[in-house]
């Protein structure tokens, strides 16, 4: 799971590939276009959710807004330019994600994670778009003891 979303420097997976394409598609908007783009990255762990952009933020709670849906409270959202900004989130963010050794796997995750880009962009003429694209990597589902 993870090598499908991660993959490797010589073949890239689905988060990678991913915001490459939308950094190349902006790249070839014409003229007049503006971009925000921001990424979190979180993890869900025994049934918590905890910010991998700030380690001091554990157990935080999933609210509803009638406009736009489902969302987690408190959670830590930064700019991103380049596909560059988008390791380093997942650099710093896989550092204190949960993972133990297994007999199949020495580092297999024990936590799901999130990796959500939001893409706010504003046309020549004013009009408004963004969406969300929610990225997201298992745990790994063999038993510790395998």
Partial sequence: KTWTMM?????RGVVPRSAALIFELIAKKEEGWSYEIQASYLEIYMEK???LLDPEK?????????????????LTQEPIASLEDV?????RGDK?????S?????????????LTIYLSQTSPAGAKMSANLNLVDLAGSERIDK
């Fill in 96 to 100: 204190i994600r949960k993972v133990a």
């Fill in 102 to 114: 297994t007999k199949m796997n020495a580092g297999s995750s024990r936590s799901h994670s999130v």
């Fill in 7 to 11: 993959g490797t420097d010589e073949q």
């Fill in 58 to 74: 554990t157990n935080l709670d999933l609210k509803e807004n009638k406009k736009s849906g489902i969302y987690v409270a408190g």
């Fill in 49 to 51: 959710v905890n910010d």
């Fill in 87 to 91: 390791y380093d989130i997942l650099r």
